[in-house]
Nanobody
Framework: QVQLVESGGGLVQPGGSLRLSCAAS????????MGWYRQAPGKQRELVAV???????NYADSAKGRFTISRDNAKTTVYLQMNSLKPEDTAVYYC???????????????WGQGTQVTVSS
């Protein structure tokens, strides 16, 4: 069973920064795609950033230039560094990884419990 535990959310002023962490259990980390989604009230869950086993990453347009995803295979942890935060970044942020032999997909991923990020003055 895979467990994903997020931390690092909180309240930050516009223009500020936060770093989210996601600690993954199990032996799947090294061979799995890892990613961060977010869901704001009344909106669908959306992919923010994804990092592959090669270390290459993709970002949503809204995150490009401001967010950086990284992974530490030794610590089986994935991070999301968020800079220049805006009120519209306010959401619950979820860590995710794909199930064995399944694609990285919102409909089949393993999920963490989520961590709240609130950007407000």
């Amino acid at each position: 069973q895979v467990q994903l535990v997020e931390s690092g959310g909180g309240l930050v002023q516009p223009g500020g920064s936060l770093r989210l962490s996601c600690a993954a259990s199990g032996s799947i980390f090294h061979s799995n795609t890892m990613g961060w989604y977010r869901q704001a009230p009344g909106k669908q869950r959306e992919l923010v950033a994804v990092i592959f086993t090669s270390g290459s990453a993709n970002y949503a347009d809204s995150a490009k230039g401001r967010f950086t995803i990284s992974r530490d295979n030794a610590k089986t942890t994935v991070y999301l560094q968020m800079n220049s935060l805006k009120p519209e970044d306010t959401a619950v942020y979820y860590c995710a990884t794909n199930r064995p032999r399944a694609p990285f997909s919102v409909s089949t991923n393993y999920w963490g419990q989520g961590t709240q990020v609130t950007v407000s003055s």
